[in-house]
């Protein structure tokens, strides 16, 4: 079946860096589409980025462009989202979503999600 | 940006009601919409893609409707683990948004 699991969130102070991954399993991960969505406290869902099954695309939140980057290591199935510069803002819940297929390309499968907490 | 508008931001409604939750889109996004149900603490669930198509494993009661700009979704014989807040999303054109969210409670 169908598994993304996050890591790597944590408290960090403003202004520092933090890397997220997700590892996926259960599916062709060569062939879908992944994106990190989240999710600040008591507040609704956001997309975050979204990078193409073979990583030559990459798509933004205006929210976070020129501070985050999406990657992907498409031999060990997993995909990463580096965040520079973080605000208070950036303080939710993100998770890691793999895409459907063609032309549905939404999200279909989600992760349980990793906190990020940004506070001095 | 696609801006979605959701209606209402919250109902209460019955085991065995119908409810039904309306999302309005700022510009027509063919049927690229898809829904979501999120339980408190739990990860979002995918319900509904082009908007009236069910995920795999997700229960008949759940259905879909619409195209262009007005969206529904409806719960038909709500059961209690239906109580959740409902988003929907459009991804017809990056980025892809959400509306704000209906949270379904128990009356």
């Known amino acids: 079946q169908v598994q993304l699991v996050e890591s790597g969130g944590t408290v960090v102070q403003p202004g520092g860096s933090l890397k997220l991954s997700c590892e996926a399993s259960g599916f062709t991960f060569t062939t879908y589409d992944i994106h990190w969505v989240r999710q600040a406290p008591g507040k609704g869902l956001e997309w975050v980025a979204f990078i193409r099954y073979d990583g030559n695309y990459k798509f933004f939140a205006d929210s976070v462009k020129g501070r985050f980057t999406i990657s992907r290591d498409n031999s060990k199935n997993t995909v990463s989202l580096q965040m520079n510069s973080l605000r208070s803002d950036d303080t939710a819940v993100y998770y890691c979503?793999?895409?459907?297929?063609?032309?549905?390309?939404?999200?279909?499968?989600w992760g349980q999600g990793t906190v990020v907490t940004i506070s001095s | 940006d696609i801006q979605l508008t959701q209606s209402p931001s919250s109902l209460s409604a019955s085991v065995g009601d119908t409810v039904t939750i309306t999302c309005r889109a700022s510009q027509g996004v063919m049927n690229f919409l898809a829904w979501f149900q999120q339980k408190p603490g739990k990860a979002p669930k995918s319900l509904i893609f082009g908007a009236s198509t069910l995920q795999s494993g997700v229960p008949s009661r759940f259905s879909g409707s619409g195209s262009g700009t007005d969206f529904t979704l409806t719960i038909t014989n709500l059961q209690p683990e239906d109580f959740a807040t409902y988003y929907c999303?459009?991804?017809?054109?990056?980025?892809?948004?959400f509306g704000q969210g209906t949270k379904v409670e128990i009356e």
């Open positions: 979503a793999k895409g459907g297929g063609w032309p549905h390309l939404t999200f279909d499968h």
């Open positions: 999303q459009q991804y017809n054109n990056y980025p892809w948004t």
